[in-house]
């Protein structure tokens, strides 16, 4: 762990890769919809690592979206993509968990795979940037 990274950070983002690892898993296995669970929770980990080396922390869920546009989109630190990952993510993970009626195909959960991945890679580059 670099001096400048605070504590927290460099485990949100273990726990982030570890998550994405569980999903896709899960989608191998054909559970989409366990996957796309899964690919949500990685990126909001990797958003709680983001936040943290900043030195914040959110309550919500829609605090650390909120959080993440307001000190890293806005800011230009973070793609206006990862944003919207972040937000199209949630709400699959909303249905994916609530909606008993909601679908999910192999090729969906793919999708949010590939997603939830470049978050977690985006977020890496800027968790483990080199001090300097």
Do not use: K, W
């Not at 485990?11 to 899960?26: K, N, P």
């Amino acid at each position: 762990m670099s001096p400048r990274t605070p504590v927290g950070a460099v485990e949100s983002l273990a726990l982030a890769r570890d998550t994405l690892a569980a999903a896709e898993t899960l989608a191998r296995a054909g559970f989409a919809r366990h996957a796309v669970g899964r690919s949500y929770y990685a990126v909001f980990h990797a958003a709680c690592a983001l936040l943290a080396t900043v030195g914040l922390a959110a309550r919500t869920h829609e605090g650390v979206r909120s959080l993440v546009n307001e000190h890293f989109v806005r800011t230009g630190l973070l793609a206006t993509v990862h944003a919207r990952t972040l937000r199209q993510i949630a709400g699959d993970r909303n249905d994916a968990d609530y909606d008993a009626a909601a679908t999910f195909t192999v090729d969906d959960a793919a999708e949010d795979l590939e997603r939830a991945r470049a978050f977690v890679d985006a977020v890496a580059a800027i968790v483990e940037e080199p001090a300097g």
